[in-house]
């Protein structure tokens, strides 16, 4: 079940627990700080092969904006593909999980290698 962008979750990595929820990007387009090593072996680049219909999904996600998160939601695993790109968006994250207190986000990133990023990077880990 999708809402938004996000997607209630149901995999054999992260389970199917209730209001366990993730959100996608493309990825390489919105992944800044990743370096060739990481390109050349980026998994969500082989899911969109296997399943073309993800990238449009992922693609949906690609802007500043962020939608509500779900009322359902508890715990997010944010940017199973594609990363945190720009100021806007990590902000906008931000406001969102300020919004919800009561929500838990975990995401892997590699913004931290791009210095335009890290300040907000660090008020997102902060709050």
């Known amino acids: 079940m999708t809402i938004g962008g996000w997607k209630l979750a149901k995999n054999k990595k992260l389970?199917?627990?209730?209001?366990?929820?993730?959100?996608?990007?493309?990825?390489?387009a919105t992944c800044p700080g990743a370096s060739e090593q990481c390109q050349k072996i980026c998994y969500p680049?082989?899911?969109v092969q296997r399943r073309?219909?993800?990238?449009?999904?992922?693609a949906a996600n690609d802007g500043?904006?962020?939608?509500p998160i779900p009322a359902m939601a508890t715990l997010i695993r944010y940017t199973v593909s594609g990363d945190l790109d720009t100021v806007a968006h990590i902000r906008a994250l931000?406001?969102?999980l300020l919004e919800r207190p009561d929500v838990?986000?975990?995401?892997?990133?590699?913004?931290?290698?791009?210095?335009?990023?890290?300040?907000e990077l660090n008020r997102l880990r902060r709050d």
Do not use: E, H, K
């Not at 986000?105 to 890290?118: D, K």
């Open 15 to 28: 389970g199917s627990a209730p209001g366990l929820y993730t959100y996608s990007r493309s990825a390489i």
């Open 45 to 47: 680049v082989r899911m």
């Open 52 to 58: 073309p219909s993800n990238a449009r999904s992922f």
């Open 64 to 67: 500043d904006a962020i939608p």
């Open 94 to 96: 931000r406001s969102r």
């Open 104 to 119: 838990r986000l975990w995401a892997y990133t590699r913004s931290w290698r791009v210095p335009t990023l890290r300040r």
